[in-house]
């Protein structure tokens, strides 16, 4: 029997790409820490640096463009209409149709499962394609799903709006509550799905117990990684089964792209997401792919600054009076430090905090900020402050919004890569005025 071949791109791309099919490096794995207090040896994967295999990626250079070219082309020319048929049964041939693969998207999929240690990648439109694929292939009609209470907006509604129409249930478990995963998951349960650190609480999820719990019911386990990025954290090393990202935030860095991705351990569940992401069709055009492998090359570097940032505008704000808590996993206060030091490599530069006014003095301090910038969004090389009561989680219930912890003063906060002093006395005049 014939044999489509696999990842084979020589003959349908130029000859300057070609044997960028995936070589990896094989090797003892590497110790990497990037924050002072944060975990101890990292275990990466792979036999190089997280920098260098950002930059590089996992394939050997061969000659040709240094960068990987944009193929702006939804459909490739054929050899013959066998070619064609092999491709029509194939699972994401990277030259055949751009839903399907595109060699500019490939390149970005490779360098993500590789950073973050998994089999395979896809990259989507954006973080909802991943997700909404990812999830829909994990359940169906009459499951059960235990999920954080602490989510992104629109993935709560995924769990309360869309699958119940399909008889799925969702409980949610507090995250920081010990035992909850086990507690709740049941022999129905076919899917466990967290994320850590999350949005904008900044809760933190015991990968190992949340992983445990779903292997013992055979469950599959799905993680948003976005807050992090693999630089700070690798669910896959914990036993999670799909990792999740909006590559609009620290992947592409930058705020000008939209996309998304998941990486999966195992060639399998990619292979599956990949067929109902085919159905659904939430691809990443070639050129929102090259801006995103663009960014990934300094996510490192960001990543290290964004957080020592962060960290400073913490210390400053739990000293700040006026606010009630500050939620950042760096602080020693921080209810899940420990937690947090023993599963990240870096504790991010997402943080939120709680204004003793309320929720006029939530919205009057984000519209107070100067070197910062009241947008959504997150991730990207500007501070963004956000009032999730009255923005991002104002599509929530009363009794969701509590459910989710969040409260009426919470300020969102993105630290971009601006000077601390500049963010510390901009926080501290706007707190004034708040
Ligand atoms: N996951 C998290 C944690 C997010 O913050 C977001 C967006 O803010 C998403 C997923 C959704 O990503 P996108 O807007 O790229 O669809």
Redesign the pocket.
């Known amino acids: 029997m014939y044999t489509p071949p696999l990842f084979d791109l020589s003959g349908f791309i130029s000859s300057s790409l070609q044997g960028c099919a995936v070589l990896r490096f094989p090797g003892p794995k590497k110790l990497e820490t990037y924050f002072a207090g944060a975990r101890g040896p990292a275990s990466v994967g792979k036999s190089r640096g997280t920098r260098t295999r950002a930059v590089h990626g996992p394939r050997r250079r061969k000659p040709g463009p240094l960068v990987t070219p944009i193929f702006a082309s939804s459909t490739w020319a054929l050899a013959s209409a066998r070619e064609g048929a092999d491709f029509a049964v194939e699972t994401a041939p990277p030259a055949y149709y751009t839903r399907w693969g595109n060699p500019t998207v490939r390149e970005l999929e490779d360098a993500l499962a590789d950073l973050e240690g998994g089999a395979r990648a896809l990259a989507t439109g954006?973080?909802?394609g991943a997700?909404a694929s990812a999830i829909l292939t994990s359940v169906d009609r009459g499951d059960h799903v235990v999920a954080g209470s602490s989510l992104?907006t629109?993935?709560t509604e995924i769990f309360t709006r869309l699958l119940p129409r399909f008889g799925i249930e969702t409980t949610f478990v507090d995250p920081r509550r010990r035992g909850a995963w086990k507690e709740s998951v049941r022999l129905d349960t076919r899917l466990v799905y967290v994320?850590t650190p999350a949005?904008p609480t900044m809760m933190i999820t015991d990968l190992s117990e949340a992983v445990s719990a779903a292997k013992s019911v055979g469950a599959t386990t799905l993680a948003?990684n976005?807050?992090a990025s693999p630089v700070n954290q690798r669910p896959i090393e914990f036993g999670v089964d799909g990792v999740l990202h909006?590559a609009?935030?620290y992947l592409g860095g930058h705020s000008d792209v939209?996309?998304?991705a998941v990486i999966t351990a195992k060639r399998s569940l990619f292979d599956r997401i990949w067929f109902v992401y085919k159905m659904l069709g939430p691809a990443l055009g070639p050129f929102e792919a090259f801006l995103v492998r663009r960014g990934l090359k300094t996510l490192p570097l960001r990543m290290e600054v964004q957080s020592r940032t962060a960290q400073s505008l913490a210390e400053f704000l739990e000293d700040r009076r006026g606010v009630r808590v500050v939620h950042y996993p760096g602080l020693r206060s921080f209810p899940q430090h420990a937690l947090a030091r023993k599963q990240m490599d870096g504790f991010g530069a997402m943080l939120s905090f709680e204004l003793n006014g309320g929720y006029r003095a939530g919205k009057r301090f984000v519209e107070s900020v100067d070197v910062a910038t009241l947008a959504v969004?997150?991730g990207g090389t500007e501070t963004l402050v956000q009032h999730a009561a009255s923005m991002t989680h104002g599509p929530l219930t009363d009794q969701e919004r509590r459910v989710s912890g969040i409260t009426e003063g919470l300020v969102r906060v993105s630290v971009g890569l601006e000077d601390a002093d500049d963010l510390i006395e901009d926080f501290d005049r706007a707190i004034r005025a708040a």
Request: hydrophobic share 35%.
């Open positions: 954006s973080g909802m997700i992104y629109a993935t994320e949005n948003d976005t807050f909006s609009t935030k939209v996309a998304g969004s997150l």
